[in-house]
Protein backbone atom coordinates (compact mmCIF):
# COMPACT_ATOMS: atom_id res chain seq x y z
CA UNK A 1 0.00 0.00 0.00
CA UNK A 2 1.25 3.59 -0.89
CA UNK A 3 1.78 5.95 1.87
CA UNK A 4 0.50 9.76 1.13
CA UNK A 5 1.61 12.74 3.33
CA UNK A 6 -1.14 15.05 4.08
CA UNK A 7 -0.85 18.23 1.86
CA UNK A 8 0.35 20.89 3.99
CA UNK A 9 -2.48 22.57 5.46
CA UNK A 10 -1.21 26.48 5.31
CA UNK A 11 0.35 27.88 1.38
CA UNK A 12 3.80 28.00 3.08
CA UNK A 13 5.61 30.26 0.03
CA UNK A 14 2.59 32.32 -0.02
CA UNK A 15 3.03 33.00 3.66
CA UNK A 16 6.53 32.77 3.90
CA UNK A 17 8.18 33.51 0.84
CA UNK A 18 11.08 33.83 2.29
CA UNK A 19 11.87 30.03 2.74
CA UNK A 20 10.86 29.62 -1.14
CA UNK A 21 14.64 29.99 -2.19
CA UNK A 22 15.40 27.40 0.70
CA UNK A 23 12.60 24.24 -0.50
CA UNK A 24 14.30 20.78 -1.51
CA UNK A 25 13.20 17.89 -2.79
CA UNK A 26 12.95 14.36 -0.73
CA UNK A 27 11.36 11.11 -0.48
CA UNK A 28 10.42 9.56 2.50
CA UNK A 29 10.74 6.09 2.36
CA UNK A 30 7.67 4.67 4.65
CA UNK A 31 9.43 1.17 6.01
CA UNK A 32 6.73 -0.97 7.19
CA UNK A 33 6.92 -4.36 8.41
CA UNK A 34 7.16 -7.24 5.67
CA UNK A 35 9.22 -9.55 3.59
CA UNK A 36 11.23 -7.87 1.18
CA UNK A 37 13.60 -10.05 -1.24
CA UNK A 38 17.11 -9.60 -2.01
CA UNK A 39 16.26 -7.45 -5.37
CA UNK A 40 14.11 -5.02 -3.31
CA UNK A 41 14.41 -1.78 -1.88
CA UNK A 42 14.34 -2.45 1.75
CA UNK A 43 14.97 -1.60 5.25
CA UNK A 44 16.55 -4.73 7.13
CA UNK A 45 16.19 -7.03 4.73
CA UNK A 46 18.79 -9.44 3.12
CA UNK A 47 20.43 -7.52 -0.12
CA UNK A 48 22.90 -8.27 -3.12
CA UNK A 49 26.08 -9.03 -2.72
CA UNK A 50 28.79 -9.91 -4.85
CA UNK A 51 29.76 -13.84 -4.28
CA UNK A 52 33.27 -12.92 -4.85
CA UNK A 53 33.37 -10.53 -1.93
CA UNK A 54 33.43 -10.93 1.93
CA UNK A 55 30.96 -9.83 4.03
CA UNK A 56 32.37 -6.82 5.75
CA UNK A 57 32.97 -6.90 9.41
CA UNK A 58 33.71 -4.17 12.45
CA UNK A 59 37.09 -4.40 14.18
CA UNK A 60 37.05 -1.25 15.93
CA UNK A 61 37.60 -0.24 19.04
CA UNK A 62 34.10 0.26 20.90
CA UNK A 63 33.23 2.16 24.13
CA UNK A 64 32.51 0.79 27.25
CA UNK A 65 28.47 1.30 26.67
CA UNK A 66 25.43 -0.66 27.98
CA UNK A 67 25.77 -1.13 24.27
CA UNK A 68 29.36 -3.01 23.95
CA UNK A 69 29.77 -5.99 22.04
CA UNK A 70 30.04 -8.74 24.46
CA UNK A 71 33.32 -9.81 23.54
CA UNK A 72 36.57 -8.59 21.30
CA UNK A 73 36.79 -9.73 17.58
CA UNK A 74 35.41 -8.64 13.87
CA UNK A 75 31.95 -8.28 14.73
CA UNK A 76 29.88 -9.14 11.17
CA UNK A 77 28.40 -5.61 9.55
CA UNK A 78 24.35 -5.14 9.50
CA UNK A 79 22.12 -4.15 6.05
CA UNK A 80 20.44 -1.50 6.95
CA UNK A 81 18.96 -0.09 3.58
CA UNK A 82 19.19 -1.64 0.19
CA UNK A 83 18.28 1.08 -2.47
CA UNK A 84 17.98 0.64 -6.22
CA UNK A 85 17.68 3.48 -8.94
CA UNK A 86 14.73 2.05 -10.54
CA UNK A 87 13.17 2.69 -6.75
CA UNK A 88 14.59 6.22 -5.94
CA UNK A 89 16.06 7.42 -8.87
CA UNK A 90 16.59 10.78 -6.44
CA UNK A 91 19.52 9.34 -4.89
CA UNK A 92 22.54 10.49 -6.57
CA UNK A 93 23.97 7.26 -7.74
CA UNK A 94 27.49 7.15 -9.01
CA UNK A 95 28.07 6.54 -12.57
CA UNK A 96 27.63 2.55 -13.52
CA UNK A 97 25.75 1.83 -10.07
CA UNK A 98 22.26 1.62 -9.33
CA UNK A 99 21.98 -0.16 -6.28
CA UNK A 100 23.28 1.79 -2.88
CA UNK A 101 23.78 -0.17 0.00
CA UNK A 102 23.79 1.08 3.94
CA UNK A 103 25.08 -1.36 6.50
CA UNK A 104 26.22 -0.72 9.93
CA UNK A 105 28.17 -1.83 13.15
CA UNK A 106 24.83 -2.77 15.45
CA UNK A 107 27.22 -1.59 18.78
CA UNK A 108 28.06 1.77 20.35
CA UNK A 109 31.11 4.27 18.12
CA UNK A 110 32.76 7.34 19.12
CA UNK A 111 31.40 10.00 18.22
CA UNK A 112 27.97 10.17 19.29
CA UNK A 113 27.56 6.57 20.87
CA UNK A 114 25.68 5.38 17.61
CA UNK A 115 26.08 2.23 15.06
CA UNK A 116 28.85 3.27 12.54
CA UNK A 117 27.39 3.36 9.07
CA UNK A 118 29.39 2.40 5.63
CA UNK A 119 28.34 3.04 2.61
CA UNK A 120 28.80 1.05 -0.97
CA UNK A 121 27.48 2.00 -4.17
CA UNK A 122 27.03 -0.87 -6.74
CA UNK A 123 25.80 -2.39 -10.31
CA UNK A 124 23.20 -4.74 -9.45
CA UNK A 125 24.59 -6.86 -12.22
CA UNK A 126 27.58 -8.13 -10.36
CA UNK A 127 25.29 -10.78 -9.20
CA UNK A 128 24.00 -11.92 -12.39
CA UNK A 129 26.61 -13.79 -13.69
CA UNK A 130 27.57 -15.20 -10.29
CA UNK A 131 26.24 -18.34 -8.42
CA UNK A 132 25.03 -15.99 -5.90
CA UNK A 133 25.80 -13.77 -3.06
CA UNK A 134 27.42 -14.64 0.06
CA UNK A 135 27.14 -13.22 3.40
CA UNK A 136 29.73 -14.19 5.88
CA UNK A 137 28.58 -15.55 9.05
CA UNK A 138 29.27 -13.82 12.05
CA UNK A 139 31.27 -16.47 12.69
CA UNK A 140 33.34 -16.28 9.51
CA UNK A 141 32.42 -19.74 8.11
CA UNK A 142 30.28 -18.17 5.76
CA UNK A 143 26.77 -19.15 4.27
CA UNK A 144 25.61 -19.00 0.62
CA UNK A 145 22.96 -16.51 -0.02
CA UNK A 146 21.66 -17.01 -3.94
CA UNK A 147 20.39 -13.63 -5.55
CA UNK A 148 17.47 -14.53 -6.68
CA UNK A 149 15.60 -16.81 -4.28
CA UNK A 150 17.70 -16.92 -0.69
CA UNK A 151 15.47 -15.96 2.36
CA UNK A 152 18.39 -16.40 4.34
CA UNK A 153 18.49 -13.94 7.22
CA UNK A 154 20.79 -10.56 7.09
CA UNK A 155 23.28 -11.55 10.26
CA UNK A 156 22.53 -10.71 13.62
CA UNK A 157 25.15 -10.39 15.99
CA UNK A 158 25.36 -11.62 19.24
CA UNK A 159 24.95 -9.61 21.62
CA UNK A 160 23.68 -6.61 19.73
CA UNK A 161 20.77 -4.60 21.29
CA UNK A 162 17.06 -5.12 19.37
CA UNK A 163 17.43 -1.33 19.57
CA UNK A 164 20.11 -0.89 16.30
CA UNK A 165 18.60 -4.49 14.61
CA UNK A 166 16.41 -3.26 12.08
CA UNK A 167 13.26 -5.61 11.87
CA UNK A 168 13.17 -6.04 7.68
CA UNK A 169 10.30 -3.75 6.57
CA UNK A 170 9.86 -2.85 2.79
CA UNK A 171 9.16 0.35 1.60
CA UNK A 172 6.81 2.67 0.08
CA UNK A 173 9.06 6.07 -1.44
CA UNK A 174 6.67 9.09 -1.52
CA UNK A 175 8.18 12.72 -2.80
CA UNK A 176 7.92 14.91 -0.85
CA UNK A 177 8.83 19.08 -0.04
CA UNK A 178 11.21 19.90 2.44
CA UNK A 179 11.75 23.39 4.08
CA UNK A 180 14.71 24.37 6.70
CA UNK A 181 14.00 23.91 10.24
CA UNK A 182 17.41 23.95 11.95
CA UNK A 183 19.22 24.90 8.76
CA UNK A 184 17.08 28.17 8.30
CA UNK A 185 19.67 30.89 8.08
CA UNK A 186 19.51 32.93 11.42
CA UNK A 187 18.49 36.28 9.80
CA UNK A 188 15.21 34.88 7.97
CA UNK A 189 14.25 32.72 11.23
CA UNK A 190 14.53 36.53 12.98
CA UNK A 191 12.19 38.45 10.56
CA UNK A 192 9.76 35.55 10.63
CA UNK A 193 9.35 34.69 13.99
CA UNK A 194 6.49 37.25 14.81
CA UNK A 195 4.65 35.77 11.81
CA UNK A 196 5.37 31.94 12.63
CA UNK A 197 4.38 32.77 16.24
CA UNK A 198 1.18 34.42 14.98
CA UNK A 199 0.26 31.49 12.56
CA UNK A 200 0.22 29.33 15.42
CA UNK A 201 -1.49 31.37 17.99
CA UNK A 202 -4.30 31.53 15.13
CA UNK A 203 -3.99 27.93 13.22
CA UNK A 204 -2.45 25.94 15.81
CA UNK A 205 0.01 24.74 13.10
CA UNK A 206 3.99 25.41 13.57
CA UNK A 207 6.33 26.11 11.08
CA UNK A 208 9.03 24.15 12.99
CA UNK A 209 6.94 20.89 14.07
CA UNK A 210 4.61 20.72 10.87
CA UNK A 211 5.70 22.65 8.08
CA UNK A 212 9.57 22.47 7.62
CA UNK A 213 11.40 19.51 7.65
CA UNK A 214 9.70 15.72 6.72
CA UNK A 215 10.12 13.33 9.35
CA UNK A 216 11.03 10.05 9.15
CA UNK A 217 13.52 7.84 7.12
CA UNK A 218 14.30 10.07 3.92
CA UNK A 219 16.77 10.60 1.06
CA UNK A 220 17.89 14.23 0.44
CA UNK A 221 15.79 17.19 2.11
CA UNK A 222 16.81 18.66 4.84
CA UNK A 223 18.46 15.63 8.04
CA UNK A 224 15.86 16.07 10.75
CA UNK A 225 18.03 17.53 13.65
CA UNK A 226 17.04 17.12 17.14
CA UNK A 227 19.82 19.56 18.22
CA UNK A 228 22.43 22.39 16.26
CA UNK A 229 23.00 21.30 13.20
CA UNK A 230 26.28 19.85 12.48
CA UNK A 231 27.02 19.66 8.73
CA UNK A 232 30.54 17.50 7.58
CA UNK A 233 32.91 19.03 5.33
CA UNK A 234 34.68 17.36 2.56
CA UNK A 235 38.21 15.76 3.76
CA UNK A 236 39.25 15.94 -0.09
CA UNK A 237 38.07 19.57 -0.96
CA UNK A 238 37.23 21.42 2.23
CA UNK A 239 33.51 21.98 1.09
CA UNK A 240 30.54 21.27 3.27
CA UNK A 241 28.62 17.97 2.00
CA UNK A 242 25.83 16.89 0.81
CA UNK A 243 22.84 15.46 2.81
CA UNK A 244 22.31 12.04 1.65
CA UNK A 245 19.75 10.26 3.44
CA UNK A 246 18.61 10.28 7.44
CA UNK A 247 17.84 6.99 9.41
CA UNK A 248 15.43 8.43 12.04
CA UNK A 249 14.15 6.42 15.05
CA UNK A 250 10.20 7.39 14.08
CA UNK A 251 7.95 7.89 11.43
CA UNK A 252 7.00 11.25 13.52
CA UNK A 253 6.81 12.77 17.15
CA UNK A 254 4.57 13.77 19.77
CA UNK A 255 3.83 17.03 17.90
CA UNK A 256 4.60 16.29 14.29
CA UNK A 257 2.36 13.86 13.87
CA UNK A 258 -0.64 16.17 12.41
CA UNK A 259 1.28 16.87 9.08
CA UNK A 260 3.59 13.82 9.00
CA UNK A 261 1.68 10.91 9.79
CA UNK A 262 0.39 9.50 6.23
CA UNK A 263 -3.29 9.22 5.18
CA UNK A 264 -3.17 5.73 5.04
CA UNK A 265 -2.26 5.02 8.60
CA UNK A 266 -5.01 7.38 10.13
CA UNK A 267 -7.06 6.12 12.72
CA UNK A 268 -10.79 5.70 11.18
CA UNK A 269 -11.51 7.10 15.30
CA UNK A 270 -9.90 9.55 16.91
CA UNK A 271 -5.83 10.13 17.05
CA UNK A 272 -2.69 7.99 16.44
CA UNK A 273 -2.22 8.66 20.22
CA UNK A 274 -5.46 6.40 21.31
CA UNK A 275 -4.35 3.39 19.63
CA UNK A 276 -2.72 0.76 21.50
CA UNK A 277 1.48 0.77 22.04
CA UNK A 278 1.76 -2.43 19.85
CA UNK A 279 -0.24 -1.24 17.10
CA UNK A 280 0.87 2.67 17.08
CA UNK A 281 4.64 1.66 17.60
CA UNK A 282 3.81 -0.85 14.80
CA UNK A 283 3.35 2.81 12.49
CA UNK A 284 5.34 5.08 14.24
CA UNK A 285 8.26 3.17 14.94
CA UNK A 286 8.43 0.10 11.98
CA UNK A 287 12.11 -0.94 12.09
CA UNK A 288 12.31 -0.86 15.56
CA UNK A 289 15.40 1.58 15.83
CA UNK A 290 15.91 3.77 18.56
CA UNK A 291 19.02 6.09 18.07
CA UNK A 292 20.10 8.40 21.12
CA UNK A 293 16.87 8.22 22.24
CA UNK A 294 14.38 9.45 19.59
CA UNK A 295 17.32 10.97 17.52
CA UNK A 296 18.77 10.13 13.92
CA UNK A 297 21.45 9.25 12.18
CA UNK A 298 22.67 11.19 9.12
CA UNK A 299 24.59 10.65 6.30
CA UNK A 300 26.82 12.93 4.08
CA UNK A 301 29.12 12.51 0.85
CA UNK A 302 30.73 15.06 -1.28
CA UNK A 303 29.54 15.23 -5.01
CA UNK A 304 32.25 17.44 -6.15
CA UNK A 305 35.14 14.73 -5.40
CA UNK A 306 35.54 11.91 -7.95
CA UNK A 307 36.03 9.30 -4.90
CA UNK A 308 32.33 10.69 -3.06
CA UNK A 309 33.83 10.74 0.23
CA UNK A 310 30.87 10.27 2.84
CA UNK A 311 30.79 11.13 6.72
CA UNK A 312 28.00 10.42 9.52
CA UNK A 313 26.79 12.79 12.09
CA UNK A 314 24.14 12.01 14.95
CA UNK A 315 22.11 13.52 17.24
CA UNK A 316 19.73 12.58 20.37
CA UNK A 317 16.21 13.96 21.49
Not at 58 to 85: E, K, S
Not at 113 to 134: N, T
Not at 140 to 163: I, K, L, M, Q, W
Not at 170 to 183: F, G, I, K, Q
Request: proline residues 14%.
Amino acid sequence: MARTTPPRPVAVEALFPQVAAYRRDAVRLHPRHGVPGPRDSSLGGPVLWPSSEPWPHCDDDHPRTAFAPPQNGAIPMVPVLQLFAADVPELPFPPGTDVLHVLWCPFDHEPGYVPRPVLYWRDSFECDSADGSMYDSMYGSGYDFVCEDSTAAPPRPDGAADDYLPNPCVLHPERVTDYPNWDLPDEIADALEERFDRLEEETGWSYWSHLSVSEGIKVGGYPTWTQEPVWPNCPDCGRRMDHLLTINSREFNGESWRTWLPLEDTPATGTIWDLPYEERKRIQCPPGLTLGDMGGIYLFDCRRCPDRPNAYRSDCS
